[in-house]
């Protein structure tokens, strides 16, 4: 890790709350390597390395989100799109910067002073990770959840971000964050019109970004300028037993025992977790009993693959 220079981000710590979506401000619009050159080379680096997600700006907010790239392919290379992005049409995201030594310093940078605030809160800060996403005007995102708590930062240009509660079970079912948890599907996660008024919204400029909590459902809209945004992301030990109790969860209703809602009865929620946890333990020690290789429960980074590297 490194030394994080102060206040690249800026948001009220003191009240911080894990799992509360919060305004923030940063100080990176300038930042050289997240100019448009600079993420031109990037782009070349990691496309070499499968490290790339595009798509036309044919997807919408339905747009299912894992098949966006192939039902709304961009043929073009990264630097060709990049270098074009105002005409392109397209979507881009630059997977897991962190896997990329000189991104991964600036990942460390902002992460390791965004870890002062939040470790008394939520301690545990592991498998970091770092997403770019360079748009041309009007494209989409598709609305969808992640696993990760998310620091998402507009860099370029002006974009509205959708965001819901994570416990919002009227944007996303207690089952289909289950089913995404157990099997990163999201198949379940379906976008209808009237969920807009439902989110909070941010209208992002450089200089200006949102705070989410761990699977809350977004949805972003690009201006009439070409954007760059990008995001720092981690998971903690909260989101990790979060995800095991929605994963178990999934795992009893697919077995034809349907949970009570989540939060109903706190000491089953608590006795589902802990045999959860003791699952995943088991599994882990079978794994290794039969010598096979378990990756670490709290890696530093997120590993380089499409979804993140997200722990078990």
Do not use: C
Request: hydrophobic content about 40%; charged content about 25%; overall charge neutral.
């Amino acid at each position: 890790m490194t030394n994080a220079p102060s206040n690249l981000l800026q948001l009220e710590w003191p009240g911080f709350d894990p799992w509360r979506i919060q305004a923030v401000a940063h100080r990176l619009s300038g930042h050289p390597l997240l100019q448009l050159a600079a993420l031109i080379e990037l782009g070349r680096r990691l496309e070499r390395r499968g490290l790339v997600r595009t798509h036309s700006d044919g997807a919408s907010a339905g747009t299912p989100f894992n098949d966006a790239p192939s039902l709304h392919p961009n043929a073009r290379s990264a630097a060709d799109t990049l270098g074009d992005i105002r005409d392109a049409r397209a979507w881009m995201s630059l997977l897991n910067v962190q896997t990329d030594p000189v991104y991964r310093q600036l990942v460390d940078a902002v992460l390791d002073e965004a870890s002062l605030h939040t470790e008394r809160v939520d301690p545990g800060m592991h498998h970091r990770g770092g997403w770019i996403f360079i748009s041309s005007p009007h494209a989409v995102t598709p609305f969808h959840i992640d696993k990760e708590h998310n620091f998402i930062l507009q860099i370029h240009g002006r974009k509205r971000v959708y965001v819901w509660d994570h416990r919002d079970t009227v944007a996303v079912s207690e089952r289909a964050r289950g089913r995404f948890h157990r099997m990163h599907e999201r198949d379940l996660i379906r976008w209808r019109e009237e969920l807009r008024e439902r989110a909070h919204v941010f209208d992002l400029e450089p200089g200006q970004g949102a705070y989410m909590p761990s699977t809350s459902p977004h949805m972003v809209e690009n201006g009439d300028e070409p954007s760059i945004t990008v995001s720092f992301t981690y998971f903690t030990d909260a989101t990790r037993r979060e995800a095991r109790l929605h994963a178990f969860r999934d795992w009893l209703h697919s077995g034809g025992v349907p949970p009570p809602p989540l939060g109903r009865y706190p000491r089953f929620d608590r006795a589902v977790a802990a045999g959860a946890h003791a699952l995943v333990g088991a599994h882990r020690l079978a794994q290794r009993l039969l010598g096979r290789k378990v990756a670490p429960e709290r890696a530093a980074y997120a590993a380089a693959h499409l979804f993140g590297g997200a722990p078990d």
